[in-house]
């Protein structure tokens, strides 16, 4: 909470704060909202809450633009992917949070999103308009292959937005993984930068639009747990702590900067202007946070405590209303597939027999002379697997890891085609957020290259990060990765914009798992601790399918999943708690990688039945990423087309 003493908590130092800030930069106080995440073409962005005095001429001369790219003399498929620019350009002026991940910075810099319900169910609406004026507008015999695909895959989101809409507010809003809480220092440190005086005025008026927009999510929320939505008790306690951290330093206390301050300090530093503009900027800066952030933060722990005393220990969606098919469609938007919960459960328990089998043959390799339980806390416990928990072995790990992408880096030739042009760097998760964030994860850079794609480690427990497990980490979150995949979708040329920043987590997620595979047929993996821990990663995934099914279909309690991975996988007890904490708040997301791996595994099995001599692994990694992100059915489509040319040839 913020000291009682600062003014954060002084309503007399906080009005004059409020009117210093407006007297130096007036800005829109109206509610702005929910994080946006990158989004397709036909998935509806949020729209910035200060109606646009031109929208309904630009929306009246969109409409005219339509009609004329109908009318014109263009090829069909021309046509089409000109409307579908339109579309999305229509999407992005919605959204100044999507501007910001893609590196737009204009007129609304700074502003956030609408997080209210009104303009979900605008851009719902929206949503339908755009299926029903593609279907109606072209005519889908006379488009070209690559923008029948396009047409495709609008068409199939456009679907899965109205299979899912009954769902659309079930959602945790506050979670210890990605909750509008820790996202708004998140945006504001990773994706707001300042290459100018206006870029700094821009973020001072975010830190004062964040009363507005957290305090929307946080009537969400609330407006939820009235309808039976909300996440179980532990979560509301890592909420709180985190938001208590976000609090905490200047100019909320006497402490050193918060984390937002110091971002904010860091980047005006490097401004070339006077001093003196600096300060003031700086001022600026702390005043918007002591009158807008500290009360909405404020607000929100207040909210989040009465929740949590009423709220229930419940982990599974099953406890929602219409849990059961609220959960059944999580299953099929995660997994792009019809795959029921049972299905998925059994697959996953056989899935781990064999990776049991797999690492009982390294036991024997490395002489290790028990069962395999006691192997795995063998892996657990010896500090020979692990660097040492400060700064120098955190700085240690980082370097390691960036050495394992630069070797892979210089044998992409061997088993790839097409390979991304951006750069990616490793950092730790910032302090802010590291206690609640998942082990490792991946950003994307921005399109227009000003910001590289990253690789995240979670460093927070150097217990939770073994170094027998590097390689594949590396490997899933970077080069062949993410990174690989993410960055060749963003350079495709000739595609439409929703198809270079979409995606589908069973493609993504599988791509990761599978690049944790490949690298074994190239030869790395040569010690077999490493081949181990590309085993224990495959096995996690494994099991996600396993206890992912059982919490949110079979009623299994938190502790019962935490025990089933503690018990069949080598991953230390804090990590297996995360793991479950995590897919309690995100049913049916930990489902995708096994499942999408196994589906590119088999798709290739297939290809190299079917073509025998011809099939080249290069060529079939192309088919894979060439056309950017697809659900599993379409991936499917393309190999046998691919197939069939090479057939042909």
Not at 129 to 134: G, H, I, K, R, Y
Not at 602 to 631: C, I, M, S
Request: proline content about 4%; some cysteine; aromatic content about 10%.
């Amino acid at each position: 909470m913020v000291n009682k003493t600062s003014l954060g908590t002084d309503p007399g130092k906080r009005n004059n704060a409020i009117n210093t800030l407006r007297e130096n930069h007036p800005m829109n106080l109206q509610a702005l909202a929910a994080s946006a995440a990158l989004c397709a073409l036909l998935t509806a962005c949020n729209a910035p809450s200060e109606p646009n005095k031109n929208q309904n001429e630009a929306t009246s001369n969109n409409t005219q633009h339509t009609e004329n790219i109908a009318n014109s003399d263009q090829t069909e498929s021309e046509k089409l992917n000109d409307w579908f620019q339109l579309k999305f350009e229509e999407n992005l002026a919605r959204s100044p949070m999507f501007k910001t991940y893609i590196g737009v910075k204009d007129g609304d810099y700074g502003k956030w999103d609408d997080p209210s319900p009104e303009h979900a169910l605008e851009e719902h609406e929206i949503e339908l308009a755009n299926l029903d004026e593609m279907r109606t507008s072209f005519d889908y015999d006379k488009l070209d292959n690559n923008t029948r695909l396009s047409w495709r895959l609008a068409e199939y989101n456009g679907k899965r937005e109205i299979a899912s809409w009954r769902f659309h507010d079930y959602g945790y809003i506050f979670n210890q993984m990605f909750g509008t809480h820790s996202s708004i220092p998140a945006f504001l440190i990773n994706q707001h930068q300042i290459k100018s005086q206006d870029h700094a005025e821009a973020y001072i008026s975010r830190l004062s639009g964040v009363q507005g927009y957290l305090g929307g999510q946080v009537k969400n929320a609330t407006d939820r747990f009235e309808k039976g939505i909300n996440p179980p008790k532990f979560v509301y306690t890592r909420v709180l702590d985190a938001s208590r951290n976000i609090l905490k330093g200047a100019p909320f206390d006497d402490g050193p900067d918060s984390a937002i301050l110091a971002d904010f300090r860091g980047k005006v530093d490097k401004l070339g202007i006077t001093p003196e503009a600096k300060v003031d900027l700086i001022a600026q800066a702390e005043a918007a946070m002591l009158a807008f952030v500290a009360p909405a933060y404020e607000s929100l722990i207040t909210e989040m405590k009465r929740q949590r005393d009423l709220a229930s220990d419940d982990d599974g969606a099953w406890k929602l209303p219409d849990g059961g098919a609220y959960y059944s469609d999580r299953l099929a938007a995660m997994t792009t597939t019809d795959m029921s919960a049972g299905e998925i459960h059994n697959l996953g328990l056989s899935e781990v027999d064999r990776i049991h089998n797999e690492m009982r043959e390294i036991m024997k390799n490395v002489g290790f002379d028990d069962d395999l339980q006691s192997f795995f806390n063998f892996m657990r416990d010896d500090p020979q697997f692990y660097y040492p928990d400060d700064d120098e072995g955190r700085s240690a790990y980082l370097k390691e890891a960036v050495n394992i992408i630069d070797t892979m880096r210089t044998r992409l030739d061997d088993i790839f085609i097409t390979k991304p042009g951006a750069e990616i760097i490793v950092k730790a998760v910032e302090p802010f957020r590291e206690a609640t964030a998942g082990k490792a994860f991946y950003q994307r850079p921005a399109l227009d290259g000003s910001r590289p794609g990253t690789y995240y480690a979670n460093l927070y427990r150097m217990e939770s990060m073994p170094t027998y497990q590097m390689e594949a980490l590396a490997y899933h979150e970077g080069i062949p990765g993410h990174h690989m995949q993410g960055s060749i979708a963003q350079e495709l040329e000739n595609i439409p914009m929703f198809r270079k920043l979409g995606g589908y987590t069973a493609y993504s997620e599988g791509w990761g798992l599978y690049s944790e595979f490949v690298p074994k047929e190239m030869g790395f993996y040569a010690d077999p601790y490493s081949d181990f821990g590309r085993l224990s990663m495959e096995l996690w995934r494994a099991g996600r399918l396993v206890v992912d099914t059982g919490l949110h279909d079979k009623h299994w309690t938190r502790q019962h999943a935490i025990d089933y991975l503690s018990e069949n996988t080598p991953n230390s007890l804090s990590d297996c708690t995360n793991a479950i904490e995590r897919y309690i708040v995100m049913p049916g997301q930990a489902t995708a990688y096994k499942i999408g791996m196994l589906e590119i595994q088999r798709l290739r099995a297939h290809a190299k039945t079917e073509l025998g001599d011809k099939f080249d692994l290069r060529e079939y990694h192309d088919v894979v990423l060439a056309n950017g992100a697809v659900p599993l059915s379409i991936l499917g489509d393309l190999v046998e087309e691919w197939i069939a040319r090479k057939s042909e040839g």
